[in-house]
């Protein structure tokens, strides 16, 4: 099992059984939306938090010092039967060298919350020694998307971003644009079904959810309002390292440890039927032209009209196009005969 599953896994889930034993050992300290803890928990005594909280998303902020790297600190937010949980420091594998990472970010949505009951979040550890972290939840600001605006963010390791999207009425499709000026902005864009909840936020599990595209400095997806069997879906930044988008870098590249500016906006998926005028109109405009012209082409040959009794050879009509008729009357005094124009060869009707 060790050498299949890593260290840190194992650790995490020996540790999140032992959470019901530590229940009875741990005080339960009331925190309100907005309040910055800085707290200590080791092996000997955790931490757990209640969190009065309403059906909004919220944005989780954690982060620890440096501790030994044989050790972890373990955040799980429970509520309702719903279970979230991560590890710091985490590991992540870079250009380089793997990163320690010392901070995460979770957002939580409003199906994983409940407004009957409340939040918990346990803060355990198997250190020996008290390791000092910090914890704010807040509301999140930025969670509903609308259609056509324009969105800026930043993507940071560890802090991966969920945003929630309906489609309006009569609106078949969208297509996601999701942008970047840094030439190392790796990231998966993920889009995943409202009725998956919590919706997956990290690499490892986003890629068995949903549809997702990898990114360096662009993601183009298009979403039908029937891909999911419902008319919303949760959009998913999840950061990721160079090293996820296979991408050659220098020494010099890379970048992992700082944040990146991304762009992203929702916009109407562009259909043939939304563009007839830009692609039938010109079809329709030229081939009625073609056909009106062979039309004044064909009674302008059909109104030179030369009569029996006459003997003209050449006429120049137009300036420059000369056309000739018959020499000989026809044999019945009802036929008449058409000017062709020279250049079909003399033939005459």
């Known amino acids: 099992l060790f050498s299949i599953v890593p260290t840190q896994m194992v650790v995490a889930s020996i540790l999140v059984i032992l959470v019901c034993l530590r229940m009875a050992q741990s005080n339960i300290i009331a925190l309100q939306p907005g309040w910055l803890v800085n707290g200590n928990a080791s ?55 793997n990163i320690s990472l ?33 914890l704010l939840v807040e509301k999140l600001e930025l969670f509903n998307l609308s259609m056509s605006d ?5 993507l940071i390791l560890a802090q991966s971003q969920i945003y929630y999207f309906e489609f309006p009425v009569g609106i078949p499709a969208v297509t996601i644009n999701v942008t970047s000026n840094e ?25 068995f959810m949903g549809t997702d595209q990898s990114m360096f400095t662009n993601a183009f997806l298009t979403i039908t309002r029937e891909k999911f069997g419902q008319s919303s879906f949760y959009l998913v930044l999840i950061p990721a390292s160079s090293a996820f988008c296979h991408e050659s870098l220098t020494s010099d590249e890379g970048g992992d440890g700082y944040a990146k500016p991304v762009t992203f906006s929702i916009q109407q998926a562009e259909t043939l039927s939304m563009h007839w005028k830009e692609v039938w109109l010109p079809v329709v405009v030229m081939a009625t032209t073609s056909v009106l012209t062979g039309l004044l082409y064909f009674l302008y040959i059909s109104l030179c009209l030369c009569h029996p009794a006459m003997k003209i ?15 000989e009357a026809p044999a019945f005094s009802d036929m008449i005969c058409y000017c062709i124009p020279r250049e079909f060869g003399g033939l005459y009707a």
């Open 183 to 207: 030439s190392s902005s790796c990231a998966l864009v993920s889009v995943q079904s409202t009725a998956t909840c919590p919706p997956a936020d990290t690499l490892h599990s986003a890629i």
């Open 313 to 327: 050879k050449e006429s120049a009509i137009m300036g420059r196009v000369h056309h000739f008729c018959c020499e």
């Open 150 to 154: 324009l969105y800026n963010t930043s």
């Open 43 to 97: 092996l000997q005594a955790s931490d757990t938090y209640s969190v009065n909280t309403t059906t909004v998303p919220y944005r989780i902020r954690t982060t620890v010092e440096r501790m030994n790297v044989t050790s972890v600190l373990i955040f799980i937010v429970r509520q309702h039967g719903n279970v979230l949980k991560w590890t710091l420091p985490s590991q992540v594998e870079s250009f380089r060298s």
């Open 102 to 134: 010392q901070a995460a970010e979770h957002t939580l949505v409003p199906c994983f919350l409940s407004s009957s009951t409340l939040m918990y979040i346990d803060v355990i550890t198997d250190s020996p020694t008290q390791v000092m972290y910090s």
